[in-house]
């Protein structure tokens, strides 16, 4: 299994990136992906995740009606799209699969999630 997260590059505050997270050799739809960052002198945090078939999604507060998961199954495709970025945004993102009961569930614990893609470097300027 392969992630390969894109996307990433500065903008000032209040634009918008869209992060792309390419899967391949995954061999069912009983994987969530998630979306993690890790700004400098911090702990790695999980901002997004998202079921198997793209139908549940969760936010973390802070990006909470600015960013949106979704999926393209049919282009092993997953992505982020960010808006309104603030300069607290600032981290490296990285995609990350973990296995699923179903392809209705995701997985919360960053434990949970055995497959990683490279970061990305998402940097807001203010």
């Known amino acids: 299994v392969q992630l390969q997260a894109s996307g990433g590059g500065s903008v000032q505050a209040g634009g918008s990136l869209r992060l792309s997270c390419a899967v391949s050799g995954l061999t069912s739809n009983y994987y969530g992906i998630g979306w993690f960052r890790q700004a400098p002198g911090k702990e790695r945090e999980g901002v997004s995740y998202i079921s198997g078939a793209g139908s549940v999604t969760y936010y973390v507060d802070s990006v909470k009606g600015r960013f949106t998961i979704s999926r393209d199954n049919a282009k092993n495709t997953v992505y982020l799209q960010m808006n309104s970025l603030k300069p607290e945004d600032t981290a490296v993102y990285y995609c990350?699969?973990?296995?699923?009961?179903?392809?209705?569930?995701?997985?919360?614990?960053?434990?949970?999630?055995?497959?990683w893609g490279q970061g990305t470097q998402v940097t807001v300027s203010s």
């Open positions: 990350a699969a973990a296995r699923t009961y179903s392809a209705r569930h995701y997985r919360t614990e960053e434990r949970d999630y055995r497959y």
